[in-house]
C-alpha cells in the first residue's frame, strides 16, 4: 500500500489566528484538522452609505483580520457573513420581535448568504481576499413555527436570525453554493487561501 501524503494544510506551518469569536468559525476549522489560536476582535460594524452587501462583507473580513494582527501570530484569518434579501443586509436580531420580523421576511423566499475571508501574513502588507455566495430558499414558515423557533433562543446572535446547522435547518428547503459558507466559513476557499499564502 503506497503511504499516503499528509493533507498540504496540516504539513506546513499553519499557525492559524482566527480574528473571530464565533464558536461556529472553530468547529469548522477543528472539522479539518486546524486548531486555531482565538483572537476576538471588535469592530465597527456599521455599514457605509451606498455600500453593497458584497463590498461591506469584504471589509468587515478585511477588518477584523488587520485588527488580529496584534496577536502576532503569522497567519491571520478575519471573515464576516451576511443575509441578504432583495439586497438589503438582515444582521444580528436585536430582539425576540426583530427576530420574528426577518424570519417572516425570509419564509417562503430565496436569499443570499455572502461569507468573505481574509487573510493576512504577519509583516506582510498583502491581504489575500474571496468572498464567497450561497443560495438559500427557506419554505413557508407558519407564524407557530417561527415563534416557537425564535423560543429557543437560536436565532439571537446570528445573521439572519438563523442557524443552518442548527434547529433552523427544518426552515431550509435547499441551498446552492457553499454549506459551511452558510454556516460562517467557507471551508474550500479558506483552505486555499492558506495554501496559497505560504
Known amino acids: ?3 499516503k501524503k499528509p493533507l498540504p494544510w496540516l504539513e506546513a506551518d499553519y ?8 464558536p461556529r468559525r472553530l468547529e469548522l476549522l477543528r472539522q479539518v484538522g486546524i486548531e486555531p489560536f ?5 469592530v465597527d460594524e456599521t455599514v457605509l452609505k451606498k455600500e453593497t452587501p458584497k463590498l461591506y462583507a ?9 485588527a488580529g494582527l496584534q496577536s502576532g501570530y503569522k497567519n491571520i484569518l478575519g471573515a464576516d457573513t451576511v443575509v441578504v434579501l432583495n439586497g438589503k443586509i438582515l444582521g444580528k436580531p436585536k430582539d425576540e420581535q426583530d427576530a420574528i420580523n426577518m424570519l417572516t421576511r ?28 450561497s ?44 454549506y459551511s459558507g ?13 495554501i496559497n499564502s505560504n
Request: charge should be positive; hydrophobic fraction near 45%.
Open 38 to 42: 482565538i483572537y476576538p476582535t471588535k
Open 135 to 178: 443560495d438559500v430558499w427557506f419554505k413557508k414558515n407558519t407564524e407557530a413555527e417561527i415563534a416557537a423557533y425564535v423560543a429557543t433562543q437560536e436565532p439571537f446572535d446570528k445573521a439572519g436570525s438563523y442557524a443552518i446547522q442548527g434547529v433552523g435547518s427544518f426552515m431550509v428547503e435547499k441551498i446552492a453554493g457553499s
Open 106 to 133: 425570509l419564509s417562503g423566499q430565496k436569499h443570499h448568504v455572502l461569507t468573505a475571508i481574509a487573510m493576512i501574513l504577519q509583516n506582510s502588507s498583502t491581504i489575500h481576499s474571496r468572498t464567497v455566495k
Open 182 to 194: 452558510v454556516v460562517g466559513l467557507p471551508l474550500f476557499e479558506t483552505l486555499q487561501l492558506l
Open 1 to 3: 500500500m503506497r503511504d
Open 15 to 22: 499557525s492559524l489566528c482566527l480574528a473571530s469569536a464565533s
Open 58 to 66: 469584504k471589509r468587515m473580513a478585511i477588518t477584523k483580520a488587520k
